[in-house]
């Protein structure tokens, strides 16, 4: 495991508006007003597991007190704070960057203990490893960890974004762990309203 953590960075995306939420997502903090908000308990997951952590976010709202990284261009989504995280990776020696969103309020240590030893497992040609939703396919891009050999994808995206971040890195490139019915608490993120809701219903009944 030391030689894995030698190699990968973590970074938080923590730039979006919030717009659906109607405030900012990073500060909330949904186990109690006396617990870290999502951007720091997010943050502490990150830098538990990693020799390096980043917070992506926007220039015009810099994370006081974190080593901020900000998005290669503006309003471009999560992809962008990715790139940044990649390009910053790979100049400090760095081979991957795991990278979380702070929306992921149920995200645990071993979901991603075994993500990482996915990606140390993964075969060559391996650019991205990321968890499935076994029965939908559906891929959990915002919880996955990213080579900085995958520079020149992200780099041929920026050039005209707009596409999906699960569909940067081709399938064949990807190393997907099947995500079982019973395993999708950790990616629970909040998006509206009625997600805080939902997530904090959950949190009310197991705590």
């Given at each position: 495991?030391?030689?894995?953590?030698?190699?990968?960075?973590?970074?938080?995306?923590?730039?979006?508006?919030?717009?659906?939420?109607?405030?900012?997502?990073?500060?909330?903090?949904?186990?109690?007003?006396?617990?870290p908000d999502l951007l720091a308990r997010t943050h502490a997951l990150l830098a538990d597991l990693l020799p390096?952590?980043?917070?992506?976010?926007?220039?015009?709202?810099?994370?006081?007190?974190?080593?901020?990284?900000?998005?290669?261009?503006?309003?471009?989504?999560?992809?962008?704070?990715?790139?940044?995280?990649?390009?910053?990776?790979?100049?400090?020696?760095?081979?991957?960057?795991l990278a979380l969103s702070c929306d992921m309020p149920l995200m645990d240590t071993p979901t991603l203990r075994r993500?990482?030893?996915?990606?140390?497992?993964?075969?060559?040609?391996?650019?991205?490893?990321?968890?499935?939703?076994?029965?939908?396919?559906?891929?959990?891009?915002?919880?996955?960890?990213?080579?900085?050999?995958?520079?020149?994808?992200?780099?041929?995206?920026?050039?005209?974004?707009?596409?999906?971040?699960?569909?940067?890195?081709?399938?064949?490139?990807?190393?997907?762990?099947?995500?079982?019915?019973?395993?999708?608490?950790?990616?629970?993120?909040?998006?509206?309203?009625?997600?805080?809701?939902?997530?904090?219903?959950?949190?009310?009944?197991?705590?």
């Amino acid at each position: 495991m030391e030689q894995l953590q030698g190699s990968v960075a973590g970074v938080v995306l923590a730039g979006g508006l919030s717009t659906r939420m109607g405030h900012d997502k990073a500060q909330l903090r949904v186990y109690g007003p006396d617990k870290p908000d999502l951007l720091a308990r997010t943050h502490a997951l990150l830098a538990d597991l990693l020799p390096r952590c980043w917070v992506s976010c926007r220039a015009d709202a810099p994370r006081s007190g974190y080593a901020c990284l900000f998005d290669a261009k503006h309003g471009q989504g999560p992809a962008a704070g990715i790139l940044a995280a990649l390009r910053e990776a790979k100049a400090q020696g760095f081979a991957a960057v795991l990278a979380l969103s702070c929306d992921m309020p149920l995200m645990d240590t071993p979901t991603l203990r075994r993500l990482l030893e996915a990606r140390a497992a993964a075969p060559a040609g391996t650019l991205a490893t990321l968890y499935v939703e076994a029965a939908s396919g559906r891929p959990e891009a915002l919880a996955a960890v990213y080579e900085t050999a995958s520079l020149p994808l992200f780099e041929k995206w920026l050039e005209s974004p707009g596409g999906r971040l699960n569909c940067i890195v081709p399938v064949q490139n990807q190393c997907r762990l099947p995500e079982g019915s019973n395993e999708s608490r950790p990616f629970v993120n909040l998006n509206r309203p009625d997600d805080l809701k939902t997530v904090l219903d959950i949190l009310g009944a197991s705590l």
